[in-house]
């Protein structure tokens, strides 16, 4: 019971991967490293990735695919009041690190784009960042690469090695979603561009979705907001409790010489971790600077957040109720897919941290790391070539197997020796085993049932 499913290297590589026993864990976690796990968060573009997408026996046919990311680096959402902003350039230049062979062929690509089919706001949005002095919230240089990276490892695997789109594919084989911020629309075109090198724009129909949890018209659930309330009480506790954190921040703001109250409100890390990750020095006042120091222990203190959040449930049922209305379009999508139909075998949401972390709490994948930057989890759809009846999904998060880390097939590997799940065992937990915990059968019951 040794041996981890996928161990992770140090460098962050899959080593080869060895037949999968579950790990029972019998030592505490190791210590947090709030500056490893930063790097992790940033995923700065360097060395290949390997990845396990696309790995089943021979005889199995691909027959779809679902990928649901989280947008690339951005430039942050929130300013640490009376500091100058860190100084990050938004304009694309290939000869710029990081970079990528085919950054100069995408932008050409993209300023072309005017037959593509876009929703509602979409068409009024750029298709790639273009500002000399980044906007808050926007796409960076280093956002761009890491989805061109994203898009040209699921080319090699989904389309070269596995031919789950024709040469002459048409819009119909494709789904793409977003939210209608620029930095998940161009992160999309981005991932596309090297999946479908040189793509027809008349073929590119991009749907908006105005809810960050993809809840599209199901999205009234006065349960599912119940338990976020009480989550961010949870939230607030931890932090009053923390005296490190308390002492941090009052040393911050005494630096950019505003209230403590007001720092917090200005969500430092967000920042912070925009300066970390384009190694840019730390804002300095003539009060002193912002430190290291500072940012470990804001950025441990989120970490210990996250681990707490996956102990307690009050964040697990949230999740289960703000993903099912997406999870459900995925099973349909899923069951038709089985049943023969040949439209959306590939499909695309392309979302947010809010959007990945419930699905991954929801699947009962508890290990996993709060996504980061240009994050991937993806749903892939197998058939088996000798029984051409039976159909089974892998789930891989950031390219390493989760599949029996979910909740509805953790059981399933110790009895099978297939590496994959039975389409079945998630069909089952998205209609019906989700909502065994409110003792509720249907999602409308689950939403409108008082809390227990």
């Known amino acids: 019971h040794l041996i981890p499913v996928n161990p992770v290297r140090e460098d962050g590589l899959n080593p080869k991967s060895r037949k999968r026993i579950m790990p029972d864990l019998l030592t505490e976690p190791p210590a947090?490293?709030?500056?490893?796990?930063?790097?992790?968060?940033?995923?700065?573009?360097?060395?290949a990735e390997r990845s396990m997408e696309g790995h089943a026996p021979h005889y199995f046919k691909l027959v779809s695919v679902q990928v649901l990311i989280r947008h690339g680096d951005r430039y942050p959402l929130y300013a640490i009041p009376k500091t100058k902003r860190p100084d990050i350039d938004c304009m694309l230049v290939p000869s710029r690190k990081?970079?990528?062979?085919?950054?100069?062929?995408?932008?050409?690509?993209m300023s072309k784009g005017s037959a593509a089919q876009m929703d509602g706001s979409l068409s009024s949005l750029p298709h790639f960042p273009s500002h000399s002095l980044c906007e808050m919230g926007e796409l960076t240089?280093?956002?761009?690469?890491q989805h061109l990276r994203n898009g040209q490892l699921l080319r090699e695997i989904y389309i070269n090695k596995h031919k789950l789109l024709p040469g002459d594919w048409t819009a119909?084989?494709?789904y793409l979603e977003t939210t209608g911020k620029s930095r998940t629309l161009q992160s999309a075109l981005a991932l596309l561009y090297t999946f479908l090198p040189d793509f027809d724009w008349k073929k590119i129909n991009m749907r908006h979705q105005w809810s960050t949890i993809?809840?599209?018209g199901s999205c009234d659930c006065p349960m599912r907001n119940h338990y976020l309330e009480e989550e961010q009480r949870r939230q607030y506790s931890l932090r009053v409790k923390n005296n490190d954190l308390e002492r941090i921040y009052v040393d911050m703001a005494k630096i950019v010489g505003i209230p403590t109250r007001q720092l917090r409100a200005s969500n430092p890390i967000d920042s912070l971790l925009c300066y970390f990750c384009h190694n840019v020095?730390?804002?300095?006042?003539?009060?002193?600077?912002?430190g290291m120091e500072h940012f470990k222990v804001i950025k441990r203190h989120q970490l210990e957040d996250e681990r707490e959040r996956q102990e307690k449930k009050l964040y697990f049922l949230y999740a289960l109720l703000a993903t099912h209305p997406l999870l459900n379009q995925t099973v349909n999508r899923l069951q038709r897919i089985a049943e023969g139909k040949k439209e959306e075998v590939f499909v695309l949401y392309s979302a947010h941290d809010v959007t990945l972390s419930p699905v991954l709490s929801a699947l009962g994948i508890t290990e996993a790391r709060f996504p980061r930057f240009a994050a991937r989890l993806v749903f892939e759809l197998w058939q088996d070539g000798k029984r051409p009846k039976e159909h089974f999904i892998r789930i891989l998060y950031n390219g390493a197997d989760v599949t029996f880390q979910t909740s509805f097939c953790k059981d399933h590997y110790k009895r099978s020796n297939k590496p994959m799940c039975p389409l079945e065992k998630f069909v089952n937990f998205v209609k019906r085993d989700m909502f065994l915990i409110f003792n509720s059968t249907s999602y409308y019951d689950a939403c409108h049932r008082k809390a227990l």
């Open 32 to 47: 947090i490293d709030p500056v490893y796990e930063a790097h992790v968060y940033c995923n700065i573009p360097g060395i």
């Open 98 to 109: 990081p970079s990528h062979p085919q950054l100069e062929a995408f932008i050409k690509h």
């Open 141 to 145: 240089q280093t956002g761009v690469v």
């Open 172 to 174: 119909k084989q494709l």
């Open 214 to 216: 993809f809840c599209s």
């Open 281 to 290: 020095s730390f804002p300095c006042t003539k009060a002193g600077c912002i």
